[in-house]
């Protein structure tokens, strides 16, 4: 799943490849806003780490979830 971050005083949006569910990012978002010096933390599909302050995230756009692949690369 493509997830965008937008963050306050910043032009660009980070955007990451997400494998965890739309549910379940949400409700990481939901708990880290509540504490002021929370951080979320996302992992991406090749497993590197995301870390962005909460107080510091705009909006958060949950895309689709990833349909399945074309092409005849393996994963």
Known sequence: ME???GITN???E???DAQESAQAIEQQLRDSI???DAVLTLT???GRKVLVPARGI???DLGQPNSRQVGFGTL
Do not use: G, M, N
């Open 3 to 5: 997830i965008k971050i």
């Open 10 to 12: 910043t032009a660009r």
């Open 14 to 16: 980070v955007s990451i």
């Open 34 to 36: 509540r504490e002021p």
């Open 44 to 46: 991406d599909a090749k």
């Open 58 to 60: 705009a909006y958060l």
